[in-house]
Nanobody
Framework: QVQLVESGGGLVQAGGSLRLSCAAS????????MGWFRQAPGKEREFVAT???????YYADSVKGRFTISRDNAKNTVYLQMNSLKPEDTAVYYC????????????????WGQGTQVTVSS
């Protein structure tokens, strides 16, 4: 079992930055693909970014060039650096883990955190 705990959310003005962290416990995540997803009120959970166990990264078009996913396997932690934030980035952000190949699909991930709220004011 892998337990995931997100932190770093908050309220920020448009154009600002936040760094989300996802701390894993219970098992090393060094050979897991890790993902960040988000869910806005009234909308389905959507893919934001994923990082493979060897460090390759993939992003949703809506965040490409603004967000950066990274991992520190020694700390069993994954990060999401979010720059140039927009009001449409407002959502609950979730960290997720899956063994094996990376994925952009919610249903592919086995483990989820409880989420952290990000609110971007205009």
């Amino acid at each position: 079992q892998v337990q995931l705990v997100e932190s770093g959310g908050g309220l920020v003005q448009a154009g600002g930055s936040l760094r989300l962290s996802c701390a894993a416990s219970g098992r090393t995540i060094s050979n897991y693909a890790m993902g960040w997803f988000r869910q806005a009120p009234g909308k389905e959970r959507e893919f934001v970014a994923t990082i493979t166990w060897i460090g390759s990264t993939y992003y949703a078009d809506s965040v490409k060039g603004r967000f950066t996913i990274s991992r520190d396997n020694a700390k069993n932690t994954v990060y999401l650096q979010m720059n140039s934030l927009k009001p449409e980035d407002t959502a609950v952000y979730y960290c997720a883990a899956k063994p094996g190949v990376h994925s952009v699909y919610v249903y592919s991930y086995s483990y989820w955190g409880q989420g952290t709220q990000v609110t971007v004011s205009s």
